[in-house]
């Protein structure tokens, strides 16, 4: 564990930690505002961000709203963070090529990615990152896209000071404040930012933006701000720890009540940032002399997810909705030793049909003709 | 697993042998660089692409001492199985494996060996059979229960009456319908089971269809056969044979990686699960 630097950046001084990143070769990402929501794009400094805005999102609906605090991280998530940055949503894996003798030769197309510095990242995207790292990161043969875009990756966190009404990262242990994972963390107030160091490589650009110390007052107004946070969470899980509690309630008849509401869309599942679920296919080319072979996310909510002829396992919605649940909060446990839910409350706010498995789940977890 | 699970490698067709309508074996030699032998135990299993169509799971039939080739049994269920059984020596396929646990050889050496398979016949339990017929002093009796729904999804007729008798081998065939010509049982595999008598050195490897599987586990159990000498092998889903793609995720499992041959003491809680 590297030792934490702290100090004070005016806001004024803020684009100092664009300039800083640039000069150290990161291509730099930071929340701009795209079709109604906020995503992660390059940008050149403080001025291609919003300001002052707010996301009023509730099950289903997710909506965007000018603020009057100059603040530039006065709002809690968008639709995705970091997962796609690391997780491709379509790769190429490699391209095989048919010789005239008929000889198949195979070559990687290994992606050559710039160095990525990621400005506005949240606590619950964080502890995403660490559970995917476990996830294709793990083995000898670690996989090899995600692997070489994580290497080189400089990640700028933001407190939240504005959890969304959906947010529940409080009851999963996972937010408002950033724990670790980071490089600098952020704490915004109406004057600027305290910037603390996570690492190494943050220490050493908080020593080249030569801070002063922040005052105790900062200090503690930064806390009470995260105390507010914390306390504006209304929705929560029952339990950090769901092992076997929905596995071993296969039956419940509370299922068939989800699965009424449920499209089977996979928005969730795209917007989960721990969802990690992919399939492979092939692009062959007209030619017919070679063919790509590529990988896409896929979703547990899809037919093809389950198929082995003649037809999917898990045929209905009822037991795709299953899988998907007792996956996140209960198999975790169990492969990666923790719950898949960071409590970012993305599925709740993309959901079409405005599923909140925080109402559900004291349902399942309940008698069956339970009230 | 010694090789790199992300990227394939170029086998040629060395011979093809039709053994029923739709059931054909391919002999593969792997081409390109041989430093690294391809080297798996029964029940492991291979990523077998055709250019331009994709990849399938397919177990390795043939003995893991035949260093300079492989078998894989095929089906033909759909697009690429059916493209496959259009191939023939001198055409290349891709390969990337092999992947899994396979079955436990060496911890079931010295032991009564009983295999059940039903369904559409079986091909990871081949490999087990040619397995110990090849080394048929290093295990104890072998009995082999086949059930096919149909006498015509039955292939390897004359394969199962050569085998039976040999070294004390019993092979017993039964079929769900029966019909002219047919001289093994009628009715479920299960009733294959009073043929053979649980000793503490039997261990059973299973193979079929899920309600299969268990029907034939609950038969061996109330037989007396501990949980511990009962494995079964599971069909899933698999893009990436090697954890990561989510598709054979059954519970807290990942089939592709600590399967799909499984302990079925360590599996039973998730079987028999509609839609699991
Ligand atoms: C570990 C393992 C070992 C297997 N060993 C053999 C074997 O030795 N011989 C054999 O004939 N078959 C075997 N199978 C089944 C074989 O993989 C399928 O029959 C094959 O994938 C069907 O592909 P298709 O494109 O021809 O069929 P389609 O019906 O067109 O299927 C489309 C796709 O669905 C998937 N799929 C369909 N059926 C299955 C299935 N049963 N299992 C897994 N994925 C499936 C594949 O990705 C396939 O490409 C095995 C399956 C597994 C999981
Ligand atoms: S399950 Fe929902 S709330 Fe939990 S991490 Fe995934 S998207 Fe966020
Ligand atoms: S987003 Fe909602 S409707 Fe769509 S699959 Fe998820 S739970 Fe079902
Ligand atoms: S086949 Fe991809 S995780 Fe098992």
Redo the contacts with the bound molecule.
Sequence with gaps: MTEESRGFLERERFRELFDRLVLRGYQTLAPVVRDGTIVYEEVSGPEDLPRGLRDLQTPGSYRLEAGESGRFFSWANGPQALKPLLFAPREILWETRRESDGALSFSSSSPSPRPLAVIGIRACDLSALALSDRHFGKGPFPDPGYALRRRDLFLVAVDCSHPADTCFCVSTGDGPEAQSGFDLALGELDSGFLVRSGSEKGRELLRELSLPPPESSMEEALKRQADQARSSQTRRLPSRNLRNALASRPDHPHWNNLAARCLSCGNCTSVCPTCFCFSEREEPALDGHSSLHLREWDSCFTA?HS????GPLRGETRFRYRQWLTHKLDYWHDQYGRSGCVGCGRCLSWCPVGIDFTEDLPLLLGEPDGH | MDTDPHFPRAAIIRDRIQEAPT?FTLRLEPEGDTSVPFRFTPGQ?NMVGVMGL??????I?SDPSDLDFFD???????????AMARMGPGDRVSIRGPF?NGWPMDATRGRDIVLVSGGLGC??LVSVVNYVVRRREDFGALTVLHGVKNPRDLFWKERFSRLNGIGGTRVFLTSDTGGSGWEGAVGPVTNLIENISVTKKTTAKICGPEPMMIATVRKLLDQGLAEEDLWV?L?????CAAGFCGH?QLGEMF??RSG?VFRYSEIKNRLGIRGL
Excluded: D, K, W
Excluded at chain 2, 54 to 59: H, I, K, T
């Design positions: 093809g198929y082995i002829h003649p | 059931v299993f994709g990849e399938v799971p397919l177990s039939v894989h049994t095929v089906r033909i269920v759909g697009r690429v199985t059916g899994g091909a990871p092998s069909e899933r889903n698999m893009q054979c089939v592709c799909p």
